[in-house]
């Protein structure tokens, strides 16, 4: 690559924040552990004749979903077929794919063996260095049993031990031999922050930093001050780099450094921030970090004090990636109530999000939201399926950094659908055909089209 | 909204008078006893026992009425094994009582395997955790002691207790925890057959007098289990379960099997040997290789193969007790009878610790019944009115007044002033 070609393209990558940024070696410009993902060939497909919730808020009876070249072609009454094959919707409803912003995946897969313990680099309170795709396991059986429940996108995280923990990355859920295969085409990384216990516990307890709340603050601040630097610094050598454009000759570039360029990604607004935070109180102390530095925070996860902060959050565009009901683990987590993600959809502008965290509840992520729903309606607060079904598609798509191509059935995106047995929000609903990209990867009633990890082949063999 | 005030009303009538006197009209009446589920009932409630049951029962005069307009009526549900009053913030061990870890405390020469450890003694029934049960319609428990680094396989002893703030554990329920599989291994010299070598050593003391691993009190609490007594042994392995079967019938051991993620495996000798099994069916995956064949029908196969199945959660089964109701709607989902899976809820559970006047909605059985919003197993539905021996349970927990306190639009005050 010729000097000239990489200044432009440095100048490129910095000038704009492009929603989707993929991860790129500042030093040779060529995305690093790109994405293989190639969608499985398919036909188009019609699915005639459902109950469809759009994903943005709509909900259509007795329609058709259209489904070509891995996009979803069209939606509505009566569509034509023309060459597609068609799937009877009727009784039966259809909507997005489902996507789960909180999963460790792979990086804490089933079996839990020590060998396979890839989720907290527990050496240091900040490895923003670390990638979570680099400790995913693809032969981990929860992506499967997570797809016949409807999930076809999700971001696997770095656990919470560390105050940052590294870079998440998002996954389409396709059975596949490298995790490579598996990443999201052009989705941004994930940031992993966590506040409050975690992190002070496990370093604590060994008498290092951070051992309380206070040293939690002073361990971000310190790392994104370095981080202003580094980034300043990449940005004063970009706009030198700049100026000679066409000239001979060359400035010395900064030292590189894996953990801060990290750091200096979100900054940017090139990698999406996301904070484990339980406590209002610390999550404003986290607004106020992310003031001081001038990064977005896209979503606070697992939140169960959000409700008491449910305004600020809307205010601020923050989504609420929380559990349906989950609490009293530990102090933090003790003002959980079972209303809390209804409370914070309630605001205007609003960015609700049901997670996992957890290889079963990925699996039922539709329960989680119906258990919710129920809660909130009780109470009073108005939550139709068509709107509770953003939780876990365009709200999280959002979150993702990934809502042009997911999350919803406008015509053009990603073909990620899901048909279910009858409304998805009971606990008797079954995901019957999951579609990604339009290719059929999940049919409960067909067992050519259920995936069966390396792991799980054989595991039945008996005499 | 009208039916929640008419429950309401009715309730704040009877808090003053008879407060175990009571008749529940017109109700789908899910008897979880052999009678099945009836339209159109009545319950008749009388000094907090039901009396009777049918279609159009006279009131008696001053009873209180409740209309229940063809909402689904319940026994109380089971928690499954759990925490309740003896655990309140997880990680927080100064508030939580559930494992004995002596081992970090005595020489390694001196017993730690204590037996005669009986959780029953920790219970607090003013916990804030079981109130959030409660409005759940959970309405009893059985405390089940773990085993830790530093504790033994044999965990100890726990009964069943009802959730309405009795200190007393029900009579006749109490039942000896033995842990083993890969997760027990550490206790066990890293072994899952030392884990059987211990346990024998353990019979051998409690029968013979000798004191390798058991004190005084250890032999004599073990003693009462040998030959008849009720054991609860959490496993999952189904070469594991075998182990466990064959021990009980050499001890003559009542034995119920906890977790039992690979039962499907060996349901005709569970069935042979009578012994039911408490298990939750959202652990469909290998999670151990203890749970290599765990799948998602299992409380279904058992069934069909004659075993009785109730459901105990292996997550936060203390403070998310109320999932349980979610264990039993995805079982029935899996190929579970929908009568099948409200009696692991409540009459199979309580038939297997033992209660026999609680369980069911039938004559003579204690008044703990549950008038839900819609399918209780469903998990749209919802606990509308909570009896205990008759006595309405008030709706109320720590999360309700949290709700309501940040459900109510701010006001000039801070929120603190709105309680």
Same mark, same amino acid.
């Given at each position: 690559?010729?000097?000239?070609?990489?200044?432009?393209?440095?100048?490129?990558?910095?000038?704009?924040?492009?929603?989707?940024?993929?991860?790129?070696?500042?030093?040779?410009?060529?995305?690093?552990?790109?994405?293989?993902?190639?969608?499985?060939?398919?036909?188009?497909?019609?699915?005639?004749?459902?109950?469809?919730?759009?994903?943005?808020?709509?909900?259509?009876?007795?329609?058709?979903?259209?489904?070509?070249?891995?996009?979803?072609?069209?939606?509505?009454?009566?569509?034509?077929?023309?060459?597609?094959?068609?799937?009877?919707?009727?009784?039966?409803?259809?909507?997005?794919?489902?996507?789960?912003?909180?999963?460790?995946?792979?990086?804490?897969?089933?079996?839990?063996?020590?060998?396979?313990?890839?989720?907290?680099?527990?050496?240091?309170?900040?490895?923003?260095?670390?990638?979570?795709?680099?400790?995913?396991?693809?032969?981990?059986?929860?992506?499967?049993?997570?797809?016949?429940?409807?999930?076809?996108?999700?971001?696997?995280?770095?656990?919470?031990?560390?105050?940052?923990?590294?870079?998440?990355?998002?996954?389409?859920?396709?059975?596949?031999?490298?995790?490579?295969?598996?990443?999201?085409?052009?989705?941004?990384?994930?940031?992993?922050?966590?506040?409050?216990?975690?992190?002070?516990?496990?370093?604590?307890?060994?008498?290092?930093?951070?051992?309380?709340?206070?040293?939690?603050?002073?361990?971000?601040?310190?790392?994104?001050?370095?981080?202003?630097?580094?980034?300043?610094?990449?940005?004063?050598?970009?706009?030198?780099?700049?100026?000679?454009?066409?000239?001979?000759?060359?400035?010395?570039?900064?030292?590189?450094?894996?953990?801060?360029?990290?750091?200096?990604?979100?900054?940017?607004?090139?990698?999406?921030?996301?904070?484990?935070?339980?406590?209002?109180?610390?999550?404003?102390?986290?607004?106020?970090?992310?003031?001081?530095?001038?990064?977005?925070?896209?979503?606070?996860?697992?939140?169960?004090?959000?409700?008491?902060?449910?305004?600020?959050?809307?205010?601020?565009?923050?989504?609420?990636?929380?559990?349906?009901?989950?609490?009293?683990?530990?102090?933090?987590?003790?003002?959980?109530?079972?209303?809390?993600?209804?409370?914070?959809?309630?605001?205007?502008?609003?960015?609700?999000?049901?997670?996992?965290?957890?290889?079963?509840?990925?699996?039922?992520?539709?329960?989680?939201?119906?258990?919710?729903?129920?809660?909130?309606?009780?109470?009073?607060?108005?939550?139709?399926?068509?709107?509770?079904?953003?939780?876990?598609?365009?709200?999280?798509?959002?979150?993702?950094?990934?809502?042009?191509?997911?999350?919803?059935?406008?015509?053009?995106?990603?073909?990620?659908?899901?048909?279910?047995?009858?409304?998805?929000?009971?606990?008797?609903?079954?995901?019957?055909?999951?579609?990604?990209?339009?290719?059929?990867?999940?049919?409960?009633?067909?067992?050519?089209?259920?995936?069966?990890?390396?792991?799980?082949?054989?595991?039945?063999?008996?005499? | 909204?009208?039916?929640?005030?008419?429950?309401?009303?009715?309730?704040?009538?009877?808090?003053?008078?008879?407060?175990?006197?009571?008749?529940?009209?017109?109700?789908?009446?899910?008897?979880?006893?052999?009678?099945?589920?009836?339209?159109?009932?009545?319950?008749?409630?009388?000094?907090?026992?039901?009396?009777?049951?049918?279609?159009?029962?006279?009131?008696?005069?001053?009873?209180? #009425?409740?209309?229940?307009?063809?909402?689904? +009526?319940? !026994? &109380?549900?089971? @928690? *499954?094994? =759990?925490? /309740?009053?003896?655990?309140?913030?997880?990680?927080?061990?100064?508030?939580?009582?559930?494992?004995?870890?002596?081992?970090?405390?005595?020489?390694?020469?001196?017993?730690?395997?204590?037996?005669?450890?009986?959780?029953?003694?920790?219970?607090?029934?003013?916990?804030?955790?079981?109130?959030?049960?409660? #409005?759940?319609?959970?309405?009893?428990?059985? +405390?089940? !002691? &773990?085993?830790? @680094? *530093?504790? =033994?396989? /044999?965990?100890?002893?726990?009964?069943?207790?009802?959730?309405?703030?009795?200190?007393?554990?029900?009579?006749?329920?109490?039942?000896?925890?033995?842990?083993?599989?890969?997760?027990?291994?550490?206790?066990?010299?890293?072994?899952?057959?030392?884990?059987?070598?211990?346990?024998?050593?353990?019979?051998?003391?409690?029968?013979?007098?000798?004191?390798? +691993?058991?004190?005084?009190?250890?032999?004599?609490?073990?003693?009462?289990?040998?030959?008849?007594?009720?054991?609860?042994?959490?496993?999952?392995?189904?070469?594991?379960?075998?182990?466990?079967?064959?021990?009980?019938?050499?001890?003559?051991?009542?034995?119920?099997?906890?977790?039992?993620?690979?039962?499907?495996?060996?349901?005709?000798?569970?069935?042979?040997?009578?012994?039911?099994?408490?298990?939750?069916?959202? +652990?469909?995956?290998?999670?151990?290789?203890?749970?290599?064949?765990?799948?998602?029908?299992?409380?279904?196969?058992?069934?069909?193969?004659?075993?009785?199945?109730?459901?105990?959660?292996?997550?936060?089964?203390?403070?998310?007790?109320?999932?349980?109701?979610?264990?039993?709607?995805?079982?029935?989902?899996?190929?579970?009878?929908?009568?099948?899976?409200?009696?692991?809820?409540?009459?199979?559970?309580?038939?297997?610790?033992?209660?026999?006047?609680?369980?069911?909605?039938?004559?003579?059985?204690?008044?703990?019944?549950?008038?839900?919003?819609?399918?209780?197993?469903?998990?749209?539905?919802?606990?509308?009115?909570?009896?205990?021996?008759?006595?309405?349970?008030?709706?109320?927990?720590?999360?309700?007044?949290?709700?309501?306190?940040?459900?109510?639009?701010?006001?000039?005050?801070?929120?603190?002033?709105?309680?």
């Amino acid at each position: 690559m010729t000097p000239t070609l990489k200044t432009r393209l440095l100048a490129l990558a910095l000038a704009a924040t492009p929603l989707l940024a993929p991860a790129a070696d500042a030093r040779t410009l060529t995305p690093v552990y790109p994405s293989t993902y190639e969608a499985v060939p398919s036909g188009p497909v019609l699915v005639r004749g459902a109950t469809v919730l759009t994903g943005d808020g709509q909900r259509l009876e007795n329609a058709d979903v259209l489904m070509r070249d891995g996009r979803i072609a069209a939606v509505g009454r009566g569509l034509n077929a023309g060459d597609a094959t068609i799937v009877d919707g009727s009784g039966k409803w259809v909507t997005p794919g489902l996507i789960d912003v909180h999963s460790h995946l792979g990086v804490y897969p089933a079996p839990g063996v020590n060998a396979h313990n890839d989720g907290n680099e527990m050496t240091n309170a900040v490895t923003a260095h670390v990638w979570a795709e680099h400790g995913v396991w693809p032969q981990d059986p929860g992506f499967g049993a997570a797809l016949a429940g409807g999930i076809t996108t999700m971001m696997v995280l770095p656990g919470s031990a560390n105050l940052i923990g590294g870079r998440g990355v998002v996954l389409k859920n396709v059975p596949a031999t490298t995790v490579q295969a598996m990443k999201f085409p052009d989705a941004p990384h994930g940031l992993k922050m966590a506040c409050g216990e975690n992190p002070k516990r496990v370093y604590g307890s060994r008498g290092q930093a951070p051992m309380t709340r206070m040293g939690n603050i002073a361990g971000y601040r310190a790392a994104f001050i370095e981080a202003q630097k580094y980034r300043e610094a990449w940005d004063r050598y970009n706009e030198a780099q700049e100026g000679r454009r066409g000239k001979s000759g060359n400035g010395e570039p900064p030292q590189h450094d894996l953990r801060l360029e990290t750091l200096a990604g979100a900054l940017r607004g090139d990698i999406t921030v996301h904070i484990h935070c339980y406590r209002a109180d610390e999550m404003a102390q986290m607004m106020d970090l992310a003031k001081e530095f001038g990064f977005r925070i896209a979503a606070f996860h697992h939140g169960v004090e959000a409700y008491k902060l449910a305004d600020t959050l809307a205010e601020r565009g923050i989504c609420g990636a929380l559990w349906a009901d989950w609490w009293g683990f530990k102090m933090e987590a003790l003002d959980g109530i079972q209303e809390n993600l209804a409370l914070v959809d309630r605001p205007a502008n609003s960015c609700a999000i049901v997670h996992s965290d957890s290889p079963e509840g990925i699996q039922r992520l539709n329960q989680e939201a119906a258990k919710v729903m129920a809660r909130g309606e009780a109470v009073g607060l108005k939550l139709p399926p068509e709107h509770v079904i953003r939780w876990l598609t365009s709200n999280a798509a959002r979150a993702l950094g990934i809502a042009d191509q997911v999350g919803t059935l406008e015509p053009g995106k990603m073909a990620d659908v899901v048909l279910w047995n009858g409304n998805p929000f009971s606990v008797y609903a079954k995901a019957e055909k999951v579609w990604i990209d339009g290719a059929l990867l999940y049919d409960r009633d067909d067992p050519a089209r259920q995936p069966v990890s390396d792991f799980m082949l054989g595991q039945e063999v008996s005499p | 909204m009208k039916r929640l005030f008419a429950i309401a009303f009715a309730c704040a009538l009877a808090l003053p008078a008879a407060a175990q006197d009571l008749l529940i009209r017109g109700a789908t009446v899910h008897t979880a006893d052999a009678a099945g589920t009836l339209k159109d009932h009545d319950v008749l409630v009388q000094g907090g026992v039901i009396r009777a049951i049918g279609p159009g029962l006279q009131a008696p005069a001053g009873i209180i #009425v409740v209309e229940a307009q063809g909402r689904p +009526l319940t !026994p &109380g549900l089971f @928690t *499954g094994l =759990s925490g /309740l009053g003896v655990e309140e913030v997880s990680g927080e061990s100064a508030t939580v009582d559930a494992n004995l870890a002596l081992g970090t405390l005595v020489p390694p020469h001196e017993a730690t395997w204590r037996p005669e450890f009986d959780l029953d003694l920790a219970f607090n029934p003013r916990s804030m955790v079981i109130p959030v049960a409660r #409005v759940e319609g959970l309405t009893f428990t059985v +405390l089940a !002691p &773990g085993s830790t @680094t *530093g504790g =033994s396989l /044999l965990a100890g002893q726990g009964s069943a207790f009802v959730l309405d703030g009795s200190p007393a554990p029900l009579a006749g329920t109490r039942s000896l925890f033995v842990n083993l599989g890969g997760d027990a291994s550490p206790l066990s010299g890293g072994s899952r057959a030392g884990q059987w070598m211990l346990l024998e050593q353990a019979v051998s003391d409690a029968r013979n007098g000798s004191d390798e +691993l058991l004190t005084r009190a250890g032999r004599a609490a073990l003693a009462r289990y040998l030959n008849g007594g009720r054991v609860v042994f959490h496993v999952d392995r189904a070469a594991d379960i075998r182990q466990t079967l064959a021990f009980a019938r050499r001890h003559g051991l009542r034995a119920v099997i906890a977790g039992g993620a690979e039962a499907w495996q060996v349901a005709d000798e569970l069935r042979a040997a009578d012994v039911p099994v408490l298990l939750d069916p959202l +652990l469909n995956l290998p999670y151990d290789f203890d749970r290599i064949g765990a799948r998602m029908d299992n409380a279904a196969l058992l069934h069909r193969a004659g075993v009785t199945v109730a459901f105990s959660q292996t997550g936060d089964a203390t403070h998310n007790a109320r999932k349980v109701r979610q264990l039993a709607g995805n079982a029935v989902a899996a190929g579970l009878p929908w009568e099948a899976g409200l009696a692991g809820l409540t009459s199979a559970p309580a038939r297997i610790f033992g209660i026999r006047d609680r369980g069911r909605i039938a004559v003579g059985q204690v008044a703990d019944l549950v008038l839900w919003s819609g399918d209780p197993l469903e998990v749209t539905s919802l606990a509308q009115q909570v009896w205990l021996a008759g006595k309405p349970m008030p709706m109320r927990s720590r999360q309700t007044e949290l709700r309501d306190r940040y459900l109510a639009p701010a006001g000039d005050l801070p929120r603190a002033y709105v309680k």
